[in-house]
C-alpha cells in the first residue's frame, strides 16, 4: 500500500489532511502551553522539527534491527537523546528561548506525535520516506503553532513576534488569550474552522 | 518473554551508542551554558549594586544567595541577595542589593515569576511597584500598603501594593523581609 502512495503525498499529508494538531490531535500539551508568543511557538516547532526528523531517518534505519518486544524502549531511547541534543543546544544558543519555554523542552520525548509518526510509519517504511513523512509532520504541526501563537499573541498582547501591531493606543489587550483559557478557545476555534473548511472542500 | 541474547545486544548497542552521543554534545555546549548563566548573573547583580566594579560569593544556597560587592577602589558598595520563595502561580525569583550595614535597600529586581499577566505579572514593572524600593529602611520588616499612596507620603518602610495583585506584592515583601533577615544573619556570622 506504501509504495502507491507517491512521495510528495508523503510530506504533503501532514500540513492539511493528517495535520499533527488539527486532525490528529497530538501532542497537544507544547500547543496550549507554549504558545502565548509566536517565539516560543517557533522555538518549540523547529526542536519538533529537529527531534522527529532525525529519530525517523534512525529508527527506520534499524528497523529491520529492533526487537520487536523492546521496540518502545528502543524509540524512548533514540528519542530522548535528540531530545537532550536539542535542549542542551537551546540552552547554549538561545538562552531567552529555552528559559521560556521552560520543561516543555524535555518533555518532547513523550510527546505523543513523535512516537506515534515512529510506531505508525517509521517502524515499517524506508529512510527515505519516513523522513518525509516525519518533516511533513513537524512542518504541519509548526504551521499549527504558529497561527495559535499569531492570534494569541496578538489579541493578548498586542503584538507579533515582539512587533507592536496592534497600538496600545486604542487596543486594549484582551489579556485571556495569553492564559491558558485563552489556548482552548483559540484551539478549539482553530479545529473548528479547519474541519469547516474540509467540509467545504469534500462539497458537503 | 524471555529475553534472548539479541535483545540484550541490541538494546545494549543503542543505549551505548544514544548516550556516547549524547556526551559528546554534552560536553561541546557545557562552556555556552556556562557563559550564559555566568553572564544572567553578572547583569543581575550590576542591576541592584549600581557602580560595581567586581563582586565575589560570601554565601550560595537553593534559596538564598549573597554576594558581596565592590567599586573600583576596592570600597564595599552592598551586598546583592538573591531570594526564592512562592509567589501567586510559581515561585518567584528575585534579587536586592543592600547597603554594607544592612540599614536600607538599594534596588530590587525580578527574576523569574509566573504570576498572572496583567496583574501579579506587574511586580517586574518599574512603575507600579519596583520604583517605590529603593532606600526602605530595613530597620522594622517592609510593609505594603493599599490602596497605593503617593510616593512622598509612604513611610521609609511601606512600599506600594499592586492593585488587584495583593497576594504577588503580600509575596515578594514575604520574601524580601525572610531574605534580609537570613542574609544578616549569614553576613554578620561572617565577619
Not at chain 1, 194 to 203: E, F, H, T
Not at chain 2, 176 to 189: E, F, L, S
Request: charged share 15%; glycine share 8%; aromatic share 8%.
Amino acid at each position: 500500500m506504501n509504495q502507491q502512495t507517491s512521495l510528495t503525498w508523503e510530506f504533503l499529508k501532514g500540513l492539511w489532511k493528517d495535520n499533527p494538531n488539527l486532525v490528529q490531535l497530538l501532542g497537544m500539551c507544547p500547543m496550549l502551553a507554549v504558545t502565548n508568543q509566536v517565539s516560543n511557538a517557533i522555538g518549540m516547532g523547529s526542536a519538533i522539527i529537529f527531534v522527529i526528523v532525525f529519530s525517523a531517518a534512525m529508527i527506520s534505519l534499524i528497523r529491520r534491527i529492533i526487537p520487536g518486544q523492546v521496540r518502545i524502549a528502543v524509540y524512548i531511547v533514540i528519542v530522548a537523546s535528540f531530545v537532550t541534543m536539542a535542549d542542551r543546544y537551546l540552552a547554549a544558543f538561545f538562552p531567552d528561548l529555552s528559559k521560556s519555554l521552560g520543561p516543555f523542552v524535555p518533555l518532547i520525548v513523550v510527546n505523543c506525535i513523535i512516537l506515534g509518526r515512529i510506531e505508525a510509519f517509521s517502524a515499517k517504511n524506508t529512510v527515505g520516506r519516513s523522513m518525509l513523512d516525519a518533516l511533513g509532520m513537524g512542518l504541519g504541526y509548526t504551521i499549527g503553532m504558529l497561527i495559535m501563537g499569531t492570534v494569541r499573541e496578538v489579541l493578548g498582547s498586542g503584538t507579533w513576534l515582539g512587533m507592536t501591531v496592534l497600538s496600545p493606543s486604542w487596543y486594549d489587550p484582551i489579556m485571556v488569550f495569553i492564559l491558558p483559557a485563552g489556548a482552548f478557545i483559540t484551539l478549539g476555534t482553530l479545529i473548528s474552522v479547519s474541519r469547516l473548511v474540509q467540509g467545504k472542500m469534500n462539497g458537503k | 518473554m524471555k529475553p534472548t541474547p539479541r535483545i540484550i545486544v541490541v538494546l545494549t548497542l543503542i543505549s551505548a551508542l544514544s548516550a556516547g552521543l549524547v556526551t559528546v554534545f554534552a560536553i561541546y555546549t557545557q562552556p555556552y551554558i556556562e557563559r550564559n548563566a555566568k553572564a544572567t548573573l553578572n547583569q543581575a547583580v550590576g542591576e541592584v549594586l549600581v557602580g560595581i566594579d567586581s563582586f565575589t560569593v560570601v554565601s550560595e544556597e537553593e534559596t538564598l544567595r549573597i554576594y558581596q560587592g565592590k567599586d573600583k577602589a576596592g570600597k564595599l558598595v552592598g551586598y546583592a541577595v538573591y531570594a526564592v520563595g512562592s509567589g501567586f502561580q510559581d515561585k518567584i525569583a528575585l534579587i536586592f542589593g543592600v547597603s554594607p550595614d544592612f540599614s536600607h535597600l538599594l534596588a530590587l529586581t525580578i527574576l523569574d515569576q509566573k504570576d498572572t499577566p496583567g496583574l501579579g505579572a506587574k511586580i517586574t514593572e518599574q512603575e507600579p511597584f519596583l520604583q517605590f524600593w529603593p532606600g526602605r529602611t530595613l530597620s522594622r520588616p517592609i510593609v505594603f500598603v493599599k490602596p497605593p499612596k503617593e510616593k512622598s507620603s509612604l513611610a521609609d518602610n511601606e512600599v506600594n501594593a499592586i492593585s488587584g495583585a495583593t497576594i504577588s506584592s503580600r509575596s515578594v515583601v514575604g520574601i524580601v523581609n525572610q531574605a534580609v533577615a537570613r542574609a544578616k544573619a549569614k553576613v554578620g556570622a561572617k565577619s
